[in-house]
């Protein structure tokens, strides 16, 4: 069975830095395309970034720069590093499996972890 | 604001059929599959339609979707109270600040 566990999400303080991991089963992550997409309090789903199975990485334009997708085979894990966090980074982030047949598509999701940038 | 418009809500009663639209320019959903996802706040969300129509397993032949031209569709029959979710479709655009982007969601009340 697939799952994807998040944790690492908590309050912040603006500028501070937080890494959030994703921890899967049933299926290995190296193998497969792997984002995180977040949800601002109120508003909709955004995706922020992309991890290949190839190793490339491609991030929302929100986040280049002070965020950085990445992996680890061993553990079976991805991560989300975010430093430079600002009060608009606050939402529910979630892992998803990135599944690309004629178009990416999230065919499996984790439960979220929140985080907080507040003073 | 999203470049795929999706209405804010939609609405209709147990057993009805509802549809939800997300529209967007020609080089958006002209060119690429678009998929749909059911989220209720707090809890992972869940792939309903990919490549336009396609189901993954496990979801019933109550959920379908369709493409034409600029607008993609997501049905739903036989609608039941557990439907009640925000729906969302997503498709990819290079052009954009994002390589992948959301429809604003729409909120579907089960009367």
């Known amino acids: 069975e697939v799952q994807l566990v998040e944790s690492g999400g908590g309050l912040v303080q603006p500028g501070g830095s937080l890494r959030l991991s994703c921890a899967a089963s049933?299926?290995?992550?190296?193998?497969?395309?792997m984002s995180w997409v977040r949800q601002v309090p109120g508003k909709g789903l955004e995706w922020v970034s992309i991890i290949y199975s190839g190793g490339s990485t491609y991030y929302a334009d929100s986040v280049k720069g002070r965020f950085t997708i990445s992996r680890d085979n061993s553990k079976n894990t991805v991560y989300l590093q975010m430093n430079s966090l600002r009060a608009d980074d606050t939402a529910m982030y979630y892992c998803?499996?990135?599944?690309?047949?004629?178009?990416?598509?999230?065919?499996?999701w984790g439960q979220g972890t929140r985080v907080t940038v507040s003073s | 604001q999203s470049v795929l418009t999706q209405p804010p809500s939609v609405s209709a009663a147990p057993g009805q059929k509802v549809t939800i639209s997300c529209s967007g320019s020609?080089?958006?959903?002209?060119?690429?599959?678009v998929s749909w996802y059911q989220h209720l706040p707090g809890t992972a969300p869940k792939l309903l339609i990919y490549?336009?129509?396609k189901r993954p397993s496990g979801i019933p032949d109550r959920f379908s979707g369709s493409k034409s031209g600029t607008s993609a569709t997501l049905g739903i029959t036989g609608l039941q109270t557990g439907d009640e979710a925000d729906y969302y479709c997503g498709t990819w655009d290079s052009s954009l600040s994002a390589p992948w982007v959301f429809g604003g969601g729409t909120k579907l009340t089960v009367l």
């Open positions: 998803a499996r990135t599944y690309y047949s004629r178009n990416w598509h999230f065919d499996s």
């Open positions: 020609n080089s958006i959903i002209g060119h690429n599959y």
């Open positions: 490549d336009n129509n």
């Open positions: 049933g299926f290995t992550v190296i193998s497969n395309y």
